[in-house]
């Protein structure tokens, strides 16, 4: 199956509004503190035990519909996307971001992946991955993920090129009662970190059931380390020094 086209939405534009602010006020000058601020690296978050060990022959960006399949997964329709951004704001192109998640039932195509008393949704892709454009966009149309006892609910995403994993991370919706007592969610980073992951889901439209979110990746640039998809939270990489490309994040091409 074809990747998913990915039309332009809306992002929120807070951080680039944030920081043309600050170039305002500071006469130009922005300091790294400042700029840490505005541009949190993405926390990472542990790999959990169901990524695939069986992986479906369908692995593009739309999980609701299996190449040949005769009917859509079950589950609310929800579509997420926005950008992969370097520590500096600057697009990443060229890197494959994967998606895993539990279906409606809670459960993931892996041979150990089905809970108790349910049935995995054969109509359910359960992973993608796409490629980040020039732009270094990325977009992924799938379900909300089914709850199971111990979590929130929640996706698995893992950034690469080529045989290098540079993140490990989970992506969470904004007010779900489960969020607030999920270790997971809890041993990811700092406050500000974990607000990063937390996004809010809106309907598509005023009638529509399919639900849609923004979400941009900031990446370090040092290739994770196998132990730490194993713990809730690894120790984040360095942050690159900001500098010029401030400018180019700040006056560049709006984001799709």
Wanted: hydrophobic residues 30%.
């Amino acid at each position: 199956m074809a990747h998913h086209v990915m039309n332009p939405f809306h992002i929120p534009q807070s951080r680039r509004a944030l920081l043309r602010s600050l170039l305002l006020t500071t006469g130009g000058i922005i300091t790294g503190d400042l700029y840490a601020e505005a541009l949190t690296l993405t926390p990472r978050a542990t790999e959990g035990p169901y990524y695939p060990d069986h992986l479906p022959l369908d692995q593009d960006n739309d999980l609701t519909q299996i190449l040949g399949g005769k009917a859509p997964a079950g589950g609310v329709v929800t579509e997420f996307g926005g950008r992969l951004l370097n520590a500096d704001g600057k697009p990443l192109s060229g890197h494959i971001v994967e998606l895993w998640q539990a279906d409606v039932n809670g459960c993931y195509i892996h041979s150990n992946g089905t809970q108790r008393g349910k049935e995995r949704d054969p109509n359910f892709q359960g992973f993608g991955k796409i490629e980040t454009n020039a732009k270094g966009e990325y977009r992924f149309r799938t379900i909300k993920p089914g709850l199971y006892t111990g979590r929130t609910i929640h996706w698995h995403i893992a950034v690469k090129k080529g045989d290098q994993r540079f993140l490990t991370t989970q992506l969470f919706i904004a007010g779900v009662p489960q969020n607030d007592r999920d270790g997971i969610l809890r041993g990811m980073g700092s406050e500000q970190q974990r607000l990063s992951v937390i996004r809010e889901f809106k309907p598509m439209s005023k009638d529509s059931q399919e639900l849609v979110g923004t979400w941009d990746i900031v990446l370090g640039m040092t290739p994770e380390e196998p132990e730490q998809r194993r713990s809730p939270g690894g120790r984040p990489p360095r942050r690159r020094a900001a500098g010029q490309d401030i400018k180019d994040l700040l006056f560049g091409p709006p984001p799709f």
